[in-house]
Nanobody, 116 residues
Framework: EVQLVESGGGLVQPGGSLRLSCAAS????????MSWVRQAPGEDPDWISA????????FYDNSVKGRFAISRDNAKDTVDLQMNSLKPEDTAVYYC?????????WGQGTQVTVSS
């Protein structure tokens, strides 16, 4: 059974930091490209960051570039998202997404709320 389990969300003040983690199982994580996608209330999902299977090539949406950092540990089958300088507009449910050979896997999401 494929599972992607996110953790690390919560309530944080503007300017604060959070680190999200996604634990994967049931598929070939080390051969899969991984992404983080977020969805704010009433809006469509937005892709924000991706990392290739090897862990070297990384991509960021302009809205998070310079503030967020994606990383992965292929030995532990985890992918993390370090989020710094958080803004109220970063408030959303954050989803972990895996992709390999046309197969796409999703986690259940973790809520991030940025508010004073």
């Amino acid at each position: 059974e494929v599972q992607l389990v996110e953790s690390g969300g919560g309530l944080v003040q503007p300017g604060g930091s959070l680190r999200l983690s996604c634990a994967a199982s049931g598929f070939s994580f080390g051969s899969s490209d991984m992404s983080w996608v977020r969805q704010a209330p009433g809006e469509d999902p937005d892709w924000i960051s991706a990392i290739r299977s090897g862990g070297v090539v990384k991509f960021y949406d302009n809205s998070v570039k310079g503030r967020f950092a994606i990383s992965r540990d292929n030995a532990k089958d985890t992918v993390d998202l370090q989020m710094n300088s958080l803004k109220p507009e970063d408030t959303a449910v954050y989803y972990c997404r895996g992709q390999r050979l046309g197969y796409i896997y999703w986690g259940q999401g973790t809520q991030v709320t940025v508010s004073s």
